[in-house]
């Protein structure tokens, strides 16, 4: 089997590795000559665990190969996977143009019967398009081959991008000839282990599916969060109702963590763009508008906490920010609530000292020297009036805070992903702020 896949970002290079993994001949084809370049020299372009090892591992043994030439190695290939990426236009509406570009490209290129995926996440239609775009490039050069195109979207979370891979809970193809269908089959059988299913399904319904199922995962934790700040108000603890609706196993434990709203490059933009598909068909999706307008809230409840519990008086006070991508285990900050959560304390004319363990570099080419960047934990907590945990990492779930304690101006944590033990910070003598619990002493009691 050999397999092109076209786009080197986290989707293409995730697809890429691990189809090499089980045995298929893989090419990875971008046109950034020098991601390519680094690629070749095993520096990956993102930080995703067990990626490096399974590149380097792949490349070396051959399977594995990286070039900017479509032309070149397309010929032999059975399949072909779009991975490129789909930005949202300003309209929320997913970005086509590098999508139908390579489509192009593959038809003005392909020499043999050829399946055409979409792994990269795209509106209803899309496939209608590329197949158009393809159609047309073999018209413009006088060739007539065989082809099919198929929707194959990618469930993969990052931080666990390679184990979703490749033991995945589904996969989902959307086909509309048994050859295609054929094909993958045989690429995704050693996939299937353990009674993992390969759903196969109309191209359309494979197109939904991928918005559907973040949208319904974005849904969750916005309606968590909308019940952990009414929580806060009834003198409720979200953590246990969580637990109680948790566990009625018609809800899941699942996705209803309450925190400082869901980041990340498939949530905000999935339903944005599946909001956007509504209502080009005159169907508003009332729950997902909500949906987002909550998220956009939650992203600034942690400053709201921060400026009652001062008053509103942030100027000159500093903050210990811990953790700044949109979750652990990624150095990924695209719409991650730490940015507008420093966004506001600076405007506040705060002072901010910020730690991550994996992110700073990526973070530094959004926030600069607006904040200072401490070397560890302990440094960011150093003289500070408040800490502010963002990012659930590993390294934060546990500090020394005896230690703490000594370093910071005064002991306030705001614990925005609801990681801490309140009582025991509390019996040590911090204040401590979580999400969707009420604080007795700022909150209910203060209101009565
Ligand atoms: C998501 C989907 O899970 C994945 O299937 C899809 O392919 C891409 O989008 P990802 O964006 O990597 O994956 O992150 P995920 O782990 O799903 O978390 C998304 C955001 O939701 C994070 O900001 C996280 O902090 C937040 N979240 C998640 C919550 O606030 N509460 C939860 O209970 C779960």
């Not at 520096?43 to 490349?59: A, D, Q, S």
């Not at 570099?361 to 959004?366: L, P, S």
């Amino acid at each position: 089997m050999k397999a092109i896949v076209i786009g080197t970002g986290y989707v293409g290079l995730v697809t890429g590795a691990c189809l090499a993994e089980v045995g298929t001949q893989v090419v990875c084809v971008d046109v950034n000559a020098e991601k390519i370049n680094n690629l070749q020299n095993g520096i990956l372009p993102i930080y995703e665990p067990g990626l490096e090892e399974i590149v380097t591992r792949n490349y070396n043994n051959g399977r594995l190969s990286f070039s900017t030439n479509l032309a070149e190695v397309i010929p032999g290939a059975d399949i072909a996977f779009i991975a490129v990426g789909t930005p949202p236009g300003e309209d929320g509406s997913a970005d086509l143009q590098y999508v139908l570009q390579v489509a192009k490209e593959i038809g003005t290129h392909m020499t043999d019967y050829l399946v055409v995926v979409t792994k990269s996440t795209v509106p209803v239609g899309t496939a209608v398009k590329v197949n158009r775009e393809i159609k047309q490039a073999m018209l413009d050069r006088g060739a007539l081959l065989d082809y099919d195109v198929a929707s194959n979207p990618e469930f993969l979370k990052e931080g666990a991008a390679v184990q979703d891979f490749l033991k995945p809970d589904r996969i989902v193809c959307g086909v509309n000839t048994d050859r295609a269908k054929e094909v993958l089959e045989r690429l995704y059988h050693p996939f299937l282990l353990n009674g993992r299913p390969i759903i196969f399904m109309d191209i359309a319904s494979a197109e939904m599916t991928k918005y559907a199922a973040n949208a319904m995962l974005a849904t969750k934790i916005s309606f968590i969060n909308d019940i952990a700040n009414l929580c806060e108000l009834v003198g409720a603890d979200v953590n246990k109702v969580r637990k109680g609706i948790g566990s009625d196993a018609r809800i899941g434990n699942s996705f209803i963590y309450p925190g400082i709203g869901y980041g990340g490059s498939c949530f905000p933009k999935d339903v944005k763009a599946l909001v956007r598909t509504g209502m080009e068909y005159g169907h508003g999706l009332r729950i997902l508008e909500a949906v987002e307008a909550v998220n956009n809230d939650q992203k600034k409840v942690l400053f709201h906490k921060i400026s009652k519990h001062f008053d509103g008086m942030l100027k000159d006070k500093t903050f210990a920010v811990w953790g700044l991508s949109f979750k652990p285990g990624t150095d990924d900050m695209r719409e991650a609530s730490s940015l507008v959560l420093i966004e506001a304390l600076l405007e506040a004319g705060a002072k901010v000292r910020v730690f991550d363990p994996v992110a700073a570099h990526e973070a530094k080419k959004t926030l600069g020297e607006s904040v200072t960047w401490a070397t560890d934990l302990y440094d960011a907590a150093e003289g500070a009036d408040a800490v502010l945990l963002v990012t659930e990492w590993n390294e934060f779930r546990l500090p020394d805070w005896t230690r703490i304690k000594q370093i910071v101006k005064t002991p306030v944590v705001f614990d925005g992903r609801n990681i801490y033990d309140n009582t025991y910070l509390e019996k040590n003598g911090f204040i401590c702020y979580s999400i969707g619990i009420s604080q007795p002493a700022v909150s209910v009691l203060s209101r009565s």
